[in-house]
């Protein structure tokens, strides 16, 4: 969609195996969690994908 790729998804429940789901993601802050959301895709394409990330603007 944006060139990027997906930031991770999570679900139920909010520990599994040790691994806690982001506090950001159940604060209920819609702008905080598109904040998130962003950065973690930046973040994913940088470690897997840094050809992707010539062609994007990334948000500071």
């Known amino acids: 969609e944006n060139g990027l790729l997906e930031h991770p998804h999570y679900t139920r429940p909010q520990e599994f195996e040790g691994r806690q789901i982001p506090e ?26 840094p050809d992707l990330l010539a062609a994007q603007p990334l948000v500071k």
């Open 24 to 49: 950001v993601l159940t604060s209920g802050n819609h702008q905080k969690i598109a904040a998130w959301r962003r950065a973690e895709s930046e973040r994913l394409t940088k470690e897997r994908r």
